[in-house]
């Protein structure tokens, strides 16, 4: 079963699709700050959030329930662990290993990212889902632009 944070999401994206939401009283920022937001912007768009400004424009409770679907995040300790991976590894390290198969056959996926990743195959398989379905929704033209 969905939650209500996922449905009221998915009906909001229904009637606001097009521009990303921006803070009507987002202070001016220089341009290496608005590329510094840019960074999040994927997951800013994926919970509704403002994309110019460090205020969300997001319900606490929403907040909280992004971090723990999305995240597994549940306490201080889990950020801070969350953190250090995105610094030490993050997803950088399966989007650029991930997104030359994106074109490749299904049936022939698992075997590679078993190759690739060893252990961590079940991860990169998630990474791979995730993938496809954001092509599938913003076009691949939008993805091309990434590199390590």
Wanted: include cysteine.
């Amino acid at each position: 079963m969905k939650s209500l944070f996922n449905n009221t999401r998915q009906f909001i994206r229904a009637i606001t699709k097009g521009d990303f939401q921006k803070n009507p009283n987002a202070p001016s920022i220089s341009e290496n700050k608005q590329r510094a937001l840019s960074m999040g912007l994927i997951l800013s768009e994926q919970a509704i959030a403002y994309t110019n400004s460090l205020t969300t424009g997001v319900p606490r409770y929403w907040k909280l329930e992004f971090l723990e679907e999305g995240w597994e995040i549940y306490n201080s300790e889990d950020a801070l662990d969350t953190i250090k991976w995105l610094y030490s590894k993050g997803h950088r390290e399966y989007f650029s290993k991930i997104y030359p198969l994106t074109k490749m056959n299904i049936d022939m996926l698992d075997e590679k990212l078993e190759t690739i990743f060893e252990e961590d195959t079940e991860q990169a398989i998630y990474f791979w889902n995730n993938l496809i379905e954001c092509i599938s929704e913003y076009g691949n033209d939008s993805f091309i632009a990434f590199n390590d």
